[in-house]
C-alpha cells in the first residue's frame, strides 16, 4: 500500500497569486503531474489541509480541476484556511464527507484504516478537538480490532520548534488526543500539514509527521519569537509505504526535474 501526501497547497481563484507573487495553481498542477509519474503509482492520496486560501467556492472549483488528473482514490481534510460548508460541497460526490457536522470520516477498505480528523476552528490559524470530535474518533478508534491506523489532521498536536506555528497549532484537545492514540496502542502513525516544512518526531507512544507544501515553505528558524517567513525551497510530497513486517515507512519525494538516476559508481 502506497499514499501519497500532498500539503497545503492553498489555491486561490484563478488567475490570482498567492501574496501577489506565488501561483500555487500552477505548483498544484506540477505535483499532481509529479504524482502521476510516480513508479509504482500510489494506491491513493491524501490531502493534509490548507487546500485553499480563502475557503472560496470559486477556489475549490479551482482545485477539483487540477486534481481531477489523479486516477487514485483521493481524501482530503480542512485547514484553517479552508471554510467547512464549501469545502463539503465541493467533494460531495466523493462521499466521504458526512452530510452535516465535522468533516470526520474513515476508510475502511485499505490495508491500513485512515481516520480523517476536522481540527477547524473557523476564523482562526489554530486547531481543536472539541468533546464531540474526541468522542467520534474514541468511538473508531474501538472498532475493527488491532488493524493499523493512520491519522490524518492538518493542525500538528505537538510543538516543531518553528514558534509561529507552535502558537497556532493543535491547541484544544491535544492532551485527550494524545491519551486516546496511547490507550487504543493501534495508530502507526498521525500525518499532519500547517507547517510547510518536513518535520518528524515521536509522539503519544506512535510516529507523527509534517508533510511539506506542494508550494512554499516556511523558513527554518529555530530561535524563540522568529517570525513568520517563507522560502521558496524545493516543493515535496510525501510517500507513505505500509510494510507489514516494518509498518509504515515514509519517503519525501521532491517535485521537479533532477539530474540523474545515475550509477553511484562508475561502471
Same mark, same amino acid.
Given at each position: 500500500?502506497?499514499?501519497? +501526501?500532498?500539503?497545503?497547497?492553498?489555491?486561490?481563484?484563478?488567475? +490570482?497569486?498567492?501574496?501577489? %507573487?506565488?501561483?500555487?495553481? $500552477?505548483?498544484?498542477?506540477?505535483?499532481?503531474?509529479?504524482?502521476? &509519474?510516480?513508479?509504482?503509482?500510489?494506491?491513493?492520496?491524501?490531502? /493534509?489541509?490548507?487546500?485553499?486560501?480563502?475557503?472560496? $467556492?470559486?477556489?475549490?472549483?479551482?482545485? &477539483?480541476?487540477?486534481?481531477?488528473?489523479?486516477?487514485?482514490?483521493?481524501?482530503?481534510? =480542512?485547514?484553517?484556511?479552508?471554510? %467547512?460548508?464549501?469545502?463539503?460541497?465541493?467533494?460531495?460526490?466523493?462521499?466521504?464527507?458526512?452530510?452535516?457536522?465535522?468533516?470526520?470520516? *474513515?476508510?475502511?477498505?485499505?490495508?491500513?484504516?485512515?481516520?480523517?480528523?476536522?481540527?477547524?476552528?473557523?476564523?482562526?490559524?489554530?486547531?481543536?478537538?472539541?468533546?464531540?470530535?474526541?468522542?467520534?474518533?474514541?468511538?473508531?478508534?474501538?472498532?475493527?480490532?488491532?488493524?493499523?491506523?493512520?491519522?490524518?489532521?492538518?493542525?500538528?498536536?505537538? #510543538?516543531?520548534?518553528?514558534?509561529?506555528?507552535?502558537?497556532?497549532?493543535?491547541?484544544?484537545?491535544? +492532551?485527550?488526543?494524545?491519551?486516546?492514540? &496511547?490507550?487504543?496502542? /493501534?495508530? #502507526?502513525?498521525?500525518?499532519?500539514?500547517?507547517?510547510? &516544512?518536513?518535520?518528524?518526531?515521536?509522539?503519544?507512544?506512535?510516529?507523527?509527521?509534517?508533510? =511539506?507544501? /506542494?508550494?512554499? +515553505?516556511? /523558513?527554518?528558524?529555530?530561535?524563540?519569537? *522568529?517570525?513568520?517567513?517563507?522560502?521558496?525551497?524545493?516543493?515535496?510530497?510525501?510517500?507513505?509505504?505500509?510494510?507489514?513486517?516494518?509498518?509504515?515507512?515514509?519517503?519525501?519525494?521532491?517535485?521537479?526535474?533532477?539530474?540523474?538516476?545515475?550509477?553511484?559508481?562508475?561502471?
Amino acid at each position: 500500500m502506497l499514499i501519497a +501526501q500532498l500539503s497545503d497547497p492553498h489555491i486561490r481563484g484563478p488567475g +490570482q497569486l498567492l501574496y501577489d %507573487r506565488i501561483d500555487t495553481a $500552477a505548483y498544484l498542477e506540477r505535483a499532481v503531474a509529479h504524482v502521476l &509519474r510516480l513508479d509504482p503509482l500510489p494506491d491513493l492520496a491524501i490531502m /493534509t489541509g490548507d487546500l485553499v486560501d480563502g475557503g472560496k $467556492a470559486e477556489e475549490y472549483a479551482l482545485l &477539483r480541476r487540477l486534481l481531477a488528473p489523479l486516477p487514485m482514490p483521493l481524501y482530503v481534510i =480542512p485547514g484553517n484556511h479552508d471554510a %467547512r460548508e464549501p469545502l463539503r460541497a465541493a467533494f460531495a460526490d466523493k462521499g466521504f464527507f458526512p452530510a452535516e457536522g465535522f468533516l470526520q470520516y *474513515a476508510v475502511e477498505d485499505q490495508p491500513v484504516r485512515l481516520i480523517a480528523l476536522d481540527t477547524l476552528v473557523e476564523g482562526k490559524p489554530y486547531g481543536e478537538l472539541c468533546e464531540e470530535r474526541l468522542a467520534w474518533l474514541d468511538a473508531r478508534l474501538g472498532e475493527h480490532g488491532d488493524k493499523p491506523v493512520m491519522l490524518l489532521m492538518h493542525h500538528p498536536p505537538f #510543538e516543531c520548534g518553528i514558534d509561529a506555528f507552535d502558537r497556532a497549532r493543535l491547541q484544544h484537545g491535544d +492532551q485527550h488526543l494524545a491519551a486516546l492514540v &496511547r490507550r487504543h496502542g /493501534t495508530v #502507526e502513525r498521525a500525518v499532519c500539514g500547517h507547517v510547510h &516544512r518536513p518535520i518528524q518526531v515521536r509522539w503519544a507512544g506512535t510516529m507523527a509527521s509534517i508533510a =511539506p507544501s /506542494t508550494a512554499h +515553505q516556511a /523558513t527554518l528558524d529555530l530561535h524563540d519569537g *522568529a517570525p513568520l517567513t517563507m522560502m521558496m525551497e524545493p516543493p515535496a510530497i510525501a510517500l507513505h509505504q505500509w510494510r507489514p513486517r516494518t509498518g509504515l515507512v515514509t519517503h519525501l519525494s521532491y517535485i521537479g526535474d533532477f539530474d540523474g538516476p545515475k550509477p553511484f559508481r562508475k561502471i
